[in-house]
């Protein structure tokens, strides 16, 4: 069975960066593509950005467009999510999560094959 392990969070101020990481073991990750999601505190989960299985394809949501970047390296088994120019409104518990057909670059919260546990982000002086 596939299982994601995040890692990455932290605290930063505002306009600093961080990079999570999303480790698979159980599978080769490149059957698989990569959502993003987030959930702060309160709120429902938010679609953040998406990768497919051979990089090829991305997608973000508006609220990140431009400020976060996704890619991967399939030979560590591992997907990345570079974060620059962080505000408070990002402040969430970031998670990673598997989709295959991997050639489907989704952000669709209820088609996931594998989650992993989150990783919590606050942006905050």
């Known amino acids: 069975q596939l299982q994601l392990v995040e890692s990455g969070g932290g605290l930063v101020q505002p306009g600093g960066s961080l990079r999570l990481s999303c480790v698979a073991s159980g599978s080769t990750l490149d059957y698989y593509s990569i959502g993003w999601i987030r959930q702060a505190p309160g709120k429902g989960r938010e679609g953040v950005s998406c990768?497919?299985?051979?990089?090829?394809?991305?997608a973000y949501a508006d609220s990140v467009r431009g400020r976060f970047t996704s890619s991967r390296d399939n030979a560590k088994n591992t997907a990345y999510l570079q974060m620059n120019s962080l505000e408070p409104e990002d402040t969430a518990v970031y998670y990673c999560?598997?989709?295959?057909?991997?050639?489907?670059?989704?952000?669709?919260?209820?088609?996931?094959?594998?989650w992993g546990q989150g990783t919590r982000v606050t942006v905050s002086l």
């Open positions: 999560a598997a989709f295959s057909p991997g050639t489907l670059c989704t952000m669709n919260s209820d088609i996931f094959d594998s």
């Open positions: 990768i497919s299985n051979s990089g090829s394809i991305t």
